[in-house]
């Protein structure tokens, strides 16, 4: 069973930049696709990016481009993703997720999501 | 990019009753891309549906998902004490790959 173990919450500053982690346990990150999901408070969810087998990349959400990087270190199972040039808009739950390509094509395994904070 | 409408924004139970749930397309999608997730206060969304009317690993069978085109439909046909909570419709297509519903929260009467 894949699980995927997100690191704490976080506390920025505006124009600061956030590093959320994604530990991956029961199977190995490079047999999973690892995308980032985000959630305002209150709000609903919001896809950020992640790796597109169809196109052997990254790819990310146009309004994130330029300001987000999903990495993957497959030594360490574990999975990043950096934001740049935070905003108050930025406060968010910052979920990492597997989606399955095969039969899915949905997100089928969750983090914990990690809260990042921005305020002066 | 499609856009997914759920509304109302909330539907209102009491257990036992049955639940219909609605997720509109702003076009056409193929029933193979539509999923439904359920998601509880402090906690990551659940996969409950996929390909519209699959249901996910361990998912109780009073939860049905139907539907085609533009019109998608989750249903639960008894609601126990653990279903209240919101539901979310997502579809993958292109630019952008992945775009969610905006969500109904199911709650008691």
């Known amino acids: 069973q894949v699980q995927l173990v997100q690191s704490g919450a976080e506390v920025k500053k505006p124009g600061a930049s956030v590093k959320v982690s994604c530990k991956v346990s029961g199977y190995t990150l490079t047999h999973l696709t690892m995308h980032w999901v985000r959630q305002a408070p209150g709000k609903g969810l919001e896809w950020m990016g992640g790796f597109d087998p169809e196109y052997g990349e990254t790819i990310y959400a146009r309004k994130f481009q330029g300001r987000v990087t999903m990495t993957e270190d497959t030594s360490t199972d574990t999975a990043y993703m950096d934001l740049s040039r935070l905003t108050s808009d930025d406060t968010a739950v910052y979920f990492c997720?597997?989606?399955?390509?095969?039969?899915?094509?949905?997100?089928?395994?969750w983090g914990q999501g990690t809260l990042v904070t921005v305020s002066s | 990019e499609v856009v997914l409408t759920q509304s109302p924004g909330t539907l209102s139970f009491s257990p036992g009753e049955r639940a219909t749930l609605s997720c509109r397309a702003s076009?056409?999608?193929?029933?193979?891309?539509l999923a439904w997730y359920q998601q509880k206060p402090g906690q990551a969304p659940r996969l409950l549906i996929y390909g519209t009317s699959s249901r996910a690993t361990g998912i109780p069978d009073r939860f049905s998902g139907s539907g085609s085109g533009t019109d998608f439909t989750l249903t639960i046909s008894r609601l126990e004490p653990e279903d209240f909570a919101v539901y979310y419709c997502?579809?993958?297509?292109?630019?952008?790959?992945?775009?969610f519903g905006p969500g109904t929260k199911v709650d008691i009467k």
């Open positions: 997502q579809q993958y297509g292109r630019s952008p790959p992945f775009t």
């Open positions: 076009q056409s999608i193929s029933s193979r891309y």
């Open positions: 997720a597997t989606v399955d390509y095969g039969d899915y094509f949905a997100f089928d395994f």
